[in-house]
């Protein structure tokens, strides 16, 4: 250890203040757990960094039952259903009617807004802006996690926990021993060009499109801002993009004979997000448990990244309080498995959503018949809308 590398002693060293991370460190301190969050992204780069926008009912009641805020359901939008479209037609997914449940349009950034104010709220130790993180002594039972603050002073952060929730970039789970680690990952030959764009809602609910030129996500983010995305090749580059040529795509992928006309506007964000399934398994390395992105990714297309953060931090906080609660390490070591049953299974719904809706460069003409063929047997088929409506809401949590 260098001279001046300050001890900081803590139960719970958290690396990452995304929404598991910061939802973690809230939850235990509602428990009187102390925690530290090490980040290494400033505030405000947080803030104004747009991803998810949906949040399923179980996350939802996490930040409002769990304390953070109930400014969701204020400020968000309640959406009990998607409307599934080819063949140039609607076919509305009735969640409510279905299952009984809604999603709501939140996006990210609020989610971090309401966890951040909560942690300063609280009294909670986060820093942002940290560099030069490193964790270490991960299988002993005295974990640590180094880092430099934005202030140029080294720490080093002695925990009995050390919680990696540093998302798909992270260094955690690159920490674990390749023999002792499984990586399960596939690559799409697609992914989505996406735009913010200051214009009204098209649509009052999210609009899944497949059509002959490909897949589009008609989405929104509030009455003035809207989420929109279409396939592109992975490689392409948005500055080859004007206006007028991303408008024509998109309404060509959703043209139909009722005449449906998206409402243009301003385009002010251009990305190129690709697509992915990774899955580390298992998500613990002795003292050191893996939460959210740091230990999955899933295609967008079931809007589940996010929500399956929270959900593996309503399994680890469980485990967590009761480790101090009664000294037993039994919820502990059933982190792993019990986190990975949930994540296969929204592993499968992303996957399945995103074949379904999309067309592979290289699809045959059969492919493309029986991925329609498929659309139109879940929407003609209660139980197969209910399976989509059940998913895509959000299984119980633990
Ligand atoms: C464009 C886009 C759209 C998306 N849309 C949806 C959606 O509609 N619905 C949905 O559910 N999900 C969506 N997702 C996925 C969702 O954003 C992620 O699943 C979610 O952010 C995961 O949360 P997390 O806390 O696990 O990881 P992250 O949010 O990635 O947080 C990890 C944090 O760790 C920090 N970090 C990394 N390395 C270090 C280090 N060495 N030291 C310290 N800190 C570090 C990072 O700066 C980051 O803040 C989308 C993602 C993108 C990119």
Partial sequence: MGEKRTVLRTKVGIVGGGPAGLMLSHLLGQAGIESIVVEKRDHETIRTTHRAGILEHGSVRMLTEGGVSDRVLRDGYRHD???????????????????????WLYPQNEVFVDLAAARERDGGDVRYAVTDTEV???????????FTDDQGADYEVHCDILVGADGSQGICRRSIPADVRNDHFIEYPFAWFGILTEAPPSAPELIY???DH?????????DTVQRMYFQSDPNE??????????????????????????KRG??????????????????????????????????????????????????????????????SRDLLDGYSDKALQRVWRAQNFSYWMTSMLHTRPDASAFERRRALGELSGVVASRHGQAYLAEAYTGWPHA
Avoid at 81 to 103: A, N, T, Y
Avoid at 239 to 258: C, F, H, M, N, Y
């Fill in 266 to 327: 301003p385009i002010f964000d251009k990305t190129v997000l690709k697509f992915r399934s990774y899955v580390c398994e298992p998500m613990r390395y002795g003292n050191m448990f893996l939460a959210g992105d740091a230990g999955h990714t899933v295609p967008p297309t079931g809007a589940k990244g996010l929500n399956l953060a929270l959900a593996d931090v309503s399994v680890l906080f469980q485990a967590i309080e009761s480790f101090y609660a009664s000294g």
């Fill in 136 to 146: 270490l002594d991960q299988a002993t039972d005295r974990p640590k996690i180094r």
């Fill in 81 to 103: 259903g998607i409307d599934l479209r080819f063949g140039g037609e609607s076919h509305r997914v009735d969640f409510q009617e279905l299952v009984g449940e809604s999603v």
């Fill in 237 to 262: 580059n948005p500055d080859d993009w004007s206006e007028d040529r991303i408008w024509d795509e998109l309404q060509r992928r959703v043209d139909g004979p009722d005449g449906f006309e998206l």
């Fill in 209 to 211: 499109a497949n059509s």
């Fill in 214 to 222: 490909g897949f589009a996500l008609i989405s929104q983010r509030s």
